[in-house]
Nanobody, 125 residues
Framework: QVQLVESGGGLVQAGDSLRLSCAASGRTFSTYTMAWFRQAPGKEREFVAG????????YFADSVKGRSTISRDNAKNTVWLQMNSLKPEDTAVYYC??????????????????WGQGTQVTVSS
């Protein structure tokens, strides 16, 4: 089992950057495929980005592609989401998720076994 704690959210202006962090407990972090999802008020949760266990592959939603990066450090049990050129439509609660069984990044929430509590990102125009 793994516990996930997100941090790094906040209130920023359009065009700013944010780096979200997700710290995982346990000694098996390297066996999890990791991803970030987000949920805006009144909208369904959506996939943002994901990274495989050994950082072999990353995958991004079209909405953030080209202005976001995802990375992880298995020695530090941490995954990061760097978001640049933020837009008001990026406003949402961002969640970190872990999949024990997925070998590739999945954009489907049901593929992930563990979730963090979320961190709020608010982008003002």
């Amino acid at each position: 089992q793994v516990q996930l704690v997100e941090s790094g959210g906040g209130l920023v202006q359009a065009g700013d950057s944010l780096r979200l962090s997700c710290a995982a407990s346990g000694r098996t972090f390297s066996t999890y495929t990791m991803a970030w999802f987000r949920q805006a008020p009144g909208k369904e949760r959506e996939f943002v980005a994901g990274i495989t266990k050994r950082s072999d592959s990353t995958y991004f939603a079209d909405s953030v592609k080209g202005r976001s990066t995802i990375s992880r450090d298995n020695a530090k049990n941490t995954v990061w989401l760097q978001m640049n050129s933020l837009k008001p439509e990026d406003t949402a609660v961002y969640y970190c998720a872990a999949s024990r069984w997925a070998s590739l990044v999945s954009s489907t929430g049901n593929s992930y076994d563990y979730w963090g509590q979320g961190t709020q990102v608010t982008v003002s125009s």
